[in-house]
């Protein structure tokens, strides 16, 4: 099980550096969500079924939802 | 030379971190382990795991300590997204230019069907986190949240519809207002805020735990309707 | 037996309410604000007395403390709460001509969140609860800088809002460790654990909590947001965020370093860190042309004053710091008040556009010119006992260190008055610039809506300024609140 | 490995906020801060959830199956972080529509061109 969350974490930091370098804002917020998604698992596994389901919708949900909308009002290129 | 700076900022910070992680035992854990929690002296999280389910009725522990033991704090919180959903409305909402509706391309039928379609499935499945919140993990937030997606859902598939704002800035002033009035009633009566007034009832029965599950519904629906209201603002189907 | 958290549940509902009414009625909404605020002075007013006797603590979810979350209404508590409730009750007043059009019942409801936050503040037992009041003052600020939706309010909203978001996730990291290592959240029961542990983890998250609260009271790195954002909110606004906000930014950071901390070792650092904000803000305040933005940088001159008397960590100089935050809240809420109609007949915020306005604004001028000689430190107004109480308290140390510290910091106070009396003199003796007078109705002073609450504010000022006995006597209870760790500890967990 | 399992959150959370940073430092366009502001506030949420992780322990909810109260993780951090998750989107969403009226304003999002205030 460690293994598996020592993945998941990999995963995270990885999906947060291409946020943080990414040109592209939508590439960029997709990866921002992909980093809640891992996290979200994360706090299952840390036995915390509420958080765990407060960041799936939240954050990978709806945070992701809200930048897409403004992005679509702004610009997309960084 | 700002990159370099805040490079060496950042670096700074992590050897600080690092140095004082591996020095100090911090958490549950380590407090486990070096017997810390067996010792007597107060922790918060002993205490209410060994006497929620006595002092509220709610087996699910995180939601007595949301809505009861820390429930100023969830008051706090729900304002904080008022704020949000207002400051929202205030800034995307003055335009004028909103009345004449920019002509938008129509989504398919399979996804106008869709989110008809699912549109209720999700209102009925945010119901039921947010009712079974002290029983089960869930509650106001997540029921909440969950409604917003399907308020994303009906933004994105049925354009040119959208939620009326006015209902729900009404919802969100009324389920605040009987949080309030929960908490200022247990205080007239106990003389302490967001007293637990009501009979515990049967514990893992639906109706049980007091007040608990009547914030939690309360918490849900102004939940919804403000992120609601902050999701319509972003996605341009504001006032 | 009134329970101090009605000052905080009562406001909040009247908040959510008067969205409601919003929809009802245009007219309603702008009322509410001004009765949350009546009603919450009174009810402090009422608990002060009791207050002064001995810290009334009010329980939540029928637990007593630290089980669940818990206000501390002490001195010093009490004695905020009644000074945030005044000067927004009397700011409130002024907003109901002064917000005529515009946002409407939304920007009503987030000045009462922001007042019912900033009494939170100032009220709460709980570290978490603490920085959710916190949040509430911060996020409603950043609204109300960008509520009318103009260039630079939207600007200087951005620059607010990131520097704030990073200083409260901070904070919440220094929350975390204190959690980890203590497994309370009370700050009576933190304080009195805090010897147990090594001096490096309280080290780290004390940096991180004065940090991320440190941003919001303005101490010298943490304040390039503020002259943007006071400057381009509207003059109710302004008033509100230097008279009251700041102060709720500085009494978290002076609760956690001496109540929870009990720090004697910083606070040298703390006292010149506190010097550095005085001379930046005053030197650039000194070179401003623009008013608003003149009047932001002496905010944070006047921070660094009140920082460095707490830095001083005498009963003294604590009382100074606190007859400065006083007098520096009234004075400032004028100032931004009476300007705030100046502006709006001048139609321009450079100081050269207001000359000439003595003539034409008799009331509002003479009120600008009574807070400015305050906030220099001229005798019959309320700053000079505060500045004289700081002086006498650093000079008290008999140290040199103080000594050479409190000159330099009295080298700012001139510079200080250079700039006010500049102004001043503009107001009275320089004729109106070219042009102007081109509007009817310029020349009239300001709607009577405005007056009372500018006219009130004068008079508290050259009031206590004449007899600073009726704020003293309280000092030396609000003083040992702040400073007394140990009778802290005893009056919230009953030790 | 016990050691690894104690670190790695801790880490992880860590590397999220140090990264979050260095975007909200670094970089100029303002949704790309905002950005960084939110992998701060998940790198945060992590730590605090990992302060009150005990191994081996179990969600703090009772069930018919009898649990030990001793075993249960520790439910408070976890109520702190569905506030601090709350307070975030709503940062986030007051922020975006400040980033949409800047945009609206200025016709860019780059907080290096707009200086019509002084920094």
Same mark, same amino acid.
């Given at each position: 099980?460690?293994?598996?969350?020592?993945?998941?974490?990999?995963?995270?930091?990885?999906?947060?550096?291409?946020?943080?370098?990414?040109?592209?804002?939508?590439?960029?917020?997709?990866?921002?969500?992909?980093?809640?998604?891992?996290?979200?698992?994360?706090?299952?596994?840390?036995?915390?079924?509420?958080?765990?389901?407060?960041?799936?919708?939240?954050?990978?949900?709806?945070?992701?939802?809200?930048?897409?909308?403004?992005?679509?009002?702004?610009?997309?290129?960084? | 030379?700002?990159?370099?700076?805040?490079?060496?900022?950042?670096?700074?910070?992590?050897?600080?971190?690092? @140095?004082?992680?591996?020095?100090?035992?911090?958490?549950?854990?380590?407090?486990?382990?070096?017997?810390?929690?067996?010792?007597?002296?107060?922790?918060?999280?002993?205490?209410?795991?060994?006497?929620?389910?006595?002092?509220?009725?709610?087996?699910?522990?995180?939601?007595?300590?949301?809505?009861?033991?820390?429930?100023?704090?969830?008051?706090?919180?729900?304002?904080?997204?008022?704020?949000?959903?207002?400051? @929202?409305?205030?800034?995307?909402?003055?335009?004028?230019?909103?009345?004449?509706?920019?002509?938008?391309?129509?989504?398919?039928?399979?996804?106008?069907?869709?989110?008809?379609?699912?549109?209720?499935?999700?209102?009925?499945?945010?119901?039921?986190?947010?009712?079974?919140?002290?029983?089960?993990?869930?509650?106001?937030?997540?029921?909440?949240?969950?409604?917003?997606?399907?308020?994303?859902?009906?933004?994105?598939?049925?354009?040119?519809?959208?939620?009326?704002? !006015?209902?729900?800035?009404?919802?969100?002033?009324?389920?605040?207002?009987?949080?309030?009035?929960?908490?200022?009633?247990?205080?007239?009566?106990?003389?302490?805020?967001?007293?637990?007034?009501?009979?515990?009832?049967?514990?893992?029965?639906?109706?049980?735990?007091?007040?608990?599950?009547?914030?939690?519904?309360?918490?849900?629906? !102004?939940?919804?309707?403000?992120?609601?209201?902050?999701?319509?603002?972003?996605?341009?189907?504001?006032? | 037996?009134?329970?101090?958290?009605?000052?905080?549940?009562?406001?909040?509902?009247?908040?959510?309410?008067?969205?409601?009414?919003?929809?009802?009625?245009?007219?309603?909404?702008?009322?509410?604000?001004?009765?949350?605020?009546?009603?919450?002075?009174?009810?402090?007013?009422?608990?002060?007395?009791?207050?002064?006797?001995? /810290?009334?603590?009010?329980? *939540?979810?029928?637990?007593?403390?630290?089980?669940?979350?818990?206000?501390?209404?002490?001195?010093?508590?009490?004695?905020?709460?009644?000074?945030?409730?005044?000067?927004?009750?009397?700011?409130?007043?002024?907003?109901?001509?002064?917000?005529?059009?515009?946002?409407?019942?939304?920007?009503?409801?987030?000045?009462?969140?922001?007042?019912?936050?900033?009494?939170?503040?100032?009220?709460?037992?709980?570290?978490? &609860?603490?920085?959710?009041?916190?949040?509430?003052?911060?996020?409603?600020?950043?609204?109300?800088?960008?509520?009318?939706?103009?260039?630079?309010?939207?600007?200087?909203?951005?620059?607010?809002?990131?520097?704030?978001?990073?200083?409260?996730?901070?904070?919440?990291?220094?929350?975390?460790?204190?959690?980890?290592?203590?497994?309370?959240?009370?700050?009576?029961?933190?304080?009195?654990?805090?010897?147990?542990?090594?001096?490096?983890?309280?080290?780290?998250?004390?940096?991180?909590?004065?940090?991320?609260?440190?941003?919001?009271?303005?101490?010298?790195?943490?304040?390039?947001?503020?002259?943007?954002?006071?400057?381009?909110?509207?003059?109710?606004?302004?008033?509100?965020?230097?008279?009251?906000?700041?102060?709720?930014?500085?009494?978290?950071?002076?609760?956690?370093?001496? *109540?929870?901390?009990?720090?004697?070792?910083?606070?040298?650092?703390?006292?010149?860190?506190?010097?550095?904000?005085?001379?930046?803000?005053?030197?650039?305040?000194?070179?401003?042309? &623009?008013?608003?933005?003149?009047?932001?940088?002496?905010?944070?001159?006047?921070?660094?004053?009140?920082?460095?008397?707490?830095?001083?960590?005498?009963?003294?100089?604590?009382?100074?710091?606190?007859?400065?935050?006083?007098?520096?809240?009234?004075?400032?809420?004028?100032?931004?008040?009476? *300007?705030?109609?100046?502006?709006?007949?001048?139609?321009?915020?450079?100081?050269?556009?207001?000359?000439?306005?003595?003539?034409?604004?008799?009331?509002?001028?003479?009120?600008?010119?009574?807070?400015?000689?305050?906030?220099?430190?001229?005798? /019959?107004?309320?700053?000079?006992?505060?500045?004289?109480?700081?002086?006498?308290?650093?000079?008290?140390?008999?140290? *040199?260190?103080?000594?050479?510290?409190?000159?330099?910091?009295?080298?700012?106070?001139?510079?200080?008055?250079?700039?006010?009396?500049?102004?001043?003199?503009?107001?009275?003796?320089?004729?109106?610039?070219?042009?102007?007078?081109?509007?009817?109705?310029?020349?009239?002073?300001? /709607?009577?809506?405005?007056?009372?609450?500018?006219?009130?504010?004068?008079?508290?000022?050259?009031?206590?300024?004449?007899?600073?006995?009726?704020?003293?006597?309280?000092?030396?209870?609000?003083?040992?609140?702040?400073?007394?760790?140990?009778?802290?500890?005893?009056?919230?967990?009953?030790? | +490995?016990?050691? +690894?399992?104690?670190?790695?959150?801790?880490?992880?959370?860590?590397?999220?906020?140090?990264?979050?940073?260095?975007?909200?430092?670094?970089?100029?366009?303002?949704?790309?801060?905002?950005?960084?502001?939110?992998?701060? $506030?998940?790198?945060?949420?992590?730590?605090?959830?990992?302060?009150?992780?005990?191994? +081996?322990?179990?969600?703090?909810?009772?069930?018919? #199956?009898?649990?030990?109260?001793?075993? +249960?993780? $520790?439910?408070?951090?976890?109520?702190?972080?569905? #506030?601090?998750?709350?307070?975030?989107?709503?940062?986030?969403?007051?922020?975006?529509?400040?980033?949409?009226?800047?945009?609206?304003?200025?016709? #860019?999002?780059?907080?290096?061109?707009?200086?019509?205030?002084?920094?």
């Amino acid at each position: 099980m460690i293994a598996f969350q020592t993945f998941l974490v990999l995963v995270m930091i990885v999906a947060a550096l291409r946020a943080a370098t990414s040109k592209d804002l939508m590439d960029a917020v997709i990866a921002c969500t992909l980093v809640s998604l891992m996290a979200s698992i994360v706090f299952y596994f840390l036995h915390a079924p509420d958080v765990a389901m407060a960041e799936a919708a939240i954050g990978a949900g709806l945070s992701a939802a809200i930048f897409i909308f403004a992005i679509n009002r702004t610009e997309r290129q960084e | 030379m700002r990159t370099v700076v805040s490079l060496t900022l950042i670096v700074i910070v992590a050897i600080g971190v690092i @140095v004082s992680l591996s020095q100090v035992p911090v958490g549950a854990e380590a407090a486990r382990q070096e017997g810390r929690l067996d010792q007597d002296g107060v922790n918060f999280g002993r205490y209410y795991n060994s006497r929620a389910v006595e002092e509220t009725g709610a087996t699910n522990v995180v939601a007595s300590v949301v809505v009861s033991y820390r429930g100023l704090d969830t008051l706090g919180e729900v304002a904080v997204l008022f704020i949000a959903a207002l400051g @929202v409305v205030t800034l995307l909402g003055t335009k004028q230019e909103r009345k004449a509706k920019r002509e938008v391309e129509q989504a398919s039928l399979i996804v106008f069907t869709g989110c008809r379609f699912l549109f209720p499935l999700i209102l009925l499945f945010a119901t039921y986190i947010f009712a079974h919140g002290h029983l089960t993990p869930g509650g106001g937030f997540q029921g909440g949240a969950v409604t917003a997606s399907g308020f994303v859902l009906i933004y994105l598939g049925c354009r040119g519809r959208s939620v009326g704002p !006015k209902q729900l800035s009404a919802t969100e002033s009324l389920s605040g207002l009987v949080f309030v009035m929960i908490g200022l009633v247990g205080l007239a009566l106990g003389g302490s805020f967001l007293l637990n007034f009501l009979p515990r009832g049967t514990t893992y029965a639906l109706f049980s735990a007091g007040v608990i599950p009547i914030i939690y519904v309360a918490i849900g629906l !102004k939940v919804s309707s403000e992120l609601g209201s902050i999701v319509g603002a972003l996605a341009g189907e504001g006032e | 037996m009134v329970s101090p958290i009605i000052l905080i549940a009562v406001p909040l509902g009247l908040a959510f309410l008067t969205t409601l009414l919003g929809l009802l009625s245009e007219k309603l909404p702008k009322y509410v604000p001004a009765v949350a605020m009546a009603f919450n002075l009174v009810v402090s007013i009422r608990l002060l007395p009791r207050a002064l006797q001995s /810290p009334i603590v009010a329980r *939540t979810a029928g637990l007593s403390p630290p089980f669940s979350i818990h206000l501390v209404a002490g001195p010093l508590g009490m004695m905020l709460s009644v000074l945030i409730s005044l000067v927004g009750l009397l700011i409130a007043i002024y907003a109901i001509g002064y917000m005529g059009k515009g946002p409407g019942s939304r920007y009503h409801a987030l000045y009462l969140l922001l007042l019912a936050g900033a009494t939170g503040v100032v009220l709460t037992g709980d570290l978490f &609860n603490l920085f959710v009041f916190f949040e509430i003052l911060c996020i409603s600020s950043y609204a109300l800088v960008g509520c009318r939706g103009d260039k630079p309010g939207i600007e200087s909203a951005a620059k607010y809002l990131i520097q704030g978001a990073i200083g409260s996730s901070l904070a919440l990291v220094g929350i975390g460790f204190l959690y980890g290592l203590f497994g309370t959240l009370s700050m009576a029961d933190i304080a009195s654990n805090i010897a147990s542990v090594s001096p490096m983890a309280v080290f780290i998250s004390m940096a991180l909590l004065v940090t991320g609260f440190g941003v919001e009271g303005a101490i010298f790195p943490l304040n390039a947001w503020l002259p943007d954002a006071h400057s381009s909110a509207p003059s109710s606004i302004s008033a509100i965020l230097s008279g009251i906000a700041i102060k709720a930014g500085i009494y978290a950071v002076a609760r956690i370093v001496f *109540t929870v901390y009990g720090a004697e070792a910083i606070l040298v650092f703390v006292a010149v860190v506190g010097l550095l904000t005085l001379l930046v803000g005053e030197m650039s305040a000194f070179s401003q042309s &623009n008013i608003k933005r003149l009047l932001a940088y002496s905010s944070i001159g006047q921070v660094g004053l009140i920082v460095f008397a707490l830095g001083l960590a005498s009963v003294r100089g604590v009382e100074g710091a606190l007859f400065l935050v006083v007098s520096h809240a009234l004075a400032k809420a004028l100032l931004f008040l009476s *300007t705030g109609y100046m502006i709006y007949r001048a139609g321009s915020m450079e100081i050269s556009s207001l000359h000439g306005m003595g003539r034409k604004m008799p009331v509002s001028s003479v009120c600008f010119t009574i807070a400015a000689f305050s906030l220099i430190g001229l005798p /019959p107004f309320i700053g000079f006992p505060g500045k004289f109480m700081i002086i006498s308290a650093a000079l008290a140390k008999a140290d *040199t260190l103080f000594t050479v510290l409190i000159a330099i910091g009295l080298l700012g106070t001139v510079v200080e008055g250079a700039y006010f009396f500049r102004i001043v003199q503009g107001l009275y003796f320089k004729e109106a610039p070219e042009g102007a007078g081109t509007n009817p109705g310029e020349d009239v002073e300001a /709607p009577l809506s405005a007056l009372v609450p500018i006219c009130v504010l004068a008079v508290a000022i050259v009031a206590v300024g004449v007899c600073p006995c009726v704020l003293t006597r309280y000092l030396g209870a609000a003083a040992a609140d702040l400073l007394d760790k140990a009778a802290y500890i005893r009056h919230v967990l009953g030790v | +490995m016990s050691l +690894m399992e104690s670190y790695i959150h801790y880490l992880g959370s860590f590397g999220l906020i140090l990264i979050g940073l260095y975007v909200v430092l670094v970089k100029s366009n303002l949704v790309k801060v905002i950005i960084g502001i939110s992998l701060i $506030d998940t790198g945060v949420n992590l730590f605090l959830i990992s302060v009150g992780y005990i191994r +081996m322990g179990t969600a703090p909810i009772f069930s018919r #199956t009898a649990i030990a109260p001793e075993e +249960m993780v $520790d439910p408070v951090p976890q109520a702190l972080v569905l #506030t601090a998750i709350v307070i975030g989107v709503s940062v986030l969403g007051l922020a975006l529509s400040v980033a949409i009226r800047l945009y609206g304003h200025y016709g #860019t999002l780059d907080l290096r061109k707009i200086r019509d205030l002084k920094w």
